[in-house]
């Protein structure tokens, strides 16, 4: 996925300062972003006021869309810089190409984790011929400083684990850990990203980490989180401090549970890159105008994606250190 705002606005995140201590309730909604001609995203993160869960520091939650007689999504070769990015689906699939020369379609509840590090370039895709329906998140992680710049990597994972108390829930864990559970996706803070199915009448709790923060994004019905009904599309950042979480659903519905230990460089996120410097930022455009560092994506039937302009004012992180 790419940010295919015409003209992204520099987002300065991270730090302790955004970071709330104590569980809360803070009901976060999406903003509609177009996504090639014919789809339309809603952005959960960065939202007004909340940049970053852990190191979660990005979200889009598409669909479900009714793509038969749709291209679906097509989003042409793109950069990325210090980052990884999740793509994680219910219905439908997307096919990945990357500079690496990987080219894996990427089926529901299956983990695409696309590692950035220093730079990759990669283009997304709903093969032809693709399922009716297109329903999905696309996540990205900020890579921590000591990370930053390591080689990129691709990742695919079909068998992930799963816990199943027989109370309702059943949690698959995408990336990180849940309650013991490790996801065999490589990460580089800690954190966890999981897939709460909930049948229709569930009404459990499930174990969190009193040092991560964490928020849900509802994707299918509606889930009554710690007392907060949370819609499809929808997200509750929930705050730090938690040991467990009270989850309810009367209809089958569905969540993304997604925490960390906060993150506490500041990073400077502008279009798909994350750096720490304005200068950063303007290499890496320049780099990737110029044909230089981000390689190629072979086989996507149409041109790159060229990088907006920068903004006048140089990209600075700001706000409290710690
Ligand atoms: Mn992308």
Redesign the pocket.
């Known amino acids: 996925?790419?940010n295919l705002d015409l003209k992204p606005t520099p987002t300065v995140c991270g730090g302790r300062g955004d970071i709330s201590a104590q569980p809360v309730h803070e009901l976060l909604t999406g903003r509609v972003v177009p996504l090639g001609e014919s789809t339309v995203v809603r952005r959960l993160l960065p939202n007004l006021g909340r940049r970053m869960v852990g190191a979660w520091c990005f979200v889009d939650h598409y669909g479900p869309d009714d793509i038969a007689d749709q291209p679906g999504m097509q989003?042409a070769p793109?950069p990325?810089m210090g980052l990884q990015?999740v793509s994680w689906l219910h219905d439908g699939e997307v096919l990945h190409r990357d500079s690496l020369g990987s080219l894996q379609t990427v089926r529901p509840r299956e983990l695409g984790l696309?590692t950035s590090g220093r730079a990759i370039s990669?283009s997304?895709e709903s093969p032809r011929p693709h399922a009716r329906l297109l329903h999905g998140a696309?996540l990205w992680v900020a890579l921590p400083d000591a990370h930053r710049h390591v080689a990129p990597a691709f990742e695919h994972h079909a068998d992930l684990p799963v816990l199943n108390g027989g109370n309702g829930l059943r949690a698959t864990v995408i990336l990180g850990s849940l309650d013991g559970a490790a996801s065999p996706g490589t990460a580089y803070t800690p954190l966890v990203g999981a897939d709460l199915a909930l049948a229709a009448g569930t009404d459990t709790r499930l174990p969190l980490d009193r040092d991560f923060e964490y928020a849900v994004l509802a994707m299918s019905g509606t889930t009554v989180v710690d007392g907060v009904p949370v819609e499809a599309g929808s997200m509750l950042y929930l705050g730090c401090g938690r040991t467990e979480l009270p989850l309810r659903a009367d209809v089958d519905s569905g969540l993304m549970l997604l925490g960390g230990e906060p993150f506490e460089e500041r990073i400077v996120m502008w279009w798909?890159f994350v750096g720490r410097t304005n200068e950063d930022i303007a290499q890496a455009r320049e780099a990737w105008m110029t044909g230089d560092r981000f390689g190629e994506v072979h086989g996507y039937d149409g041109p790159p994606i060229p990088a907006p302009e920068l903004p006048p004012v140089p990209l600075k992180p700001r706000g409290r250190v710690r």
Request: net charge negative.
């Open positions: 996925m790419s989003v793109h990325h990015t696309m990669h997304e696309q798909n």
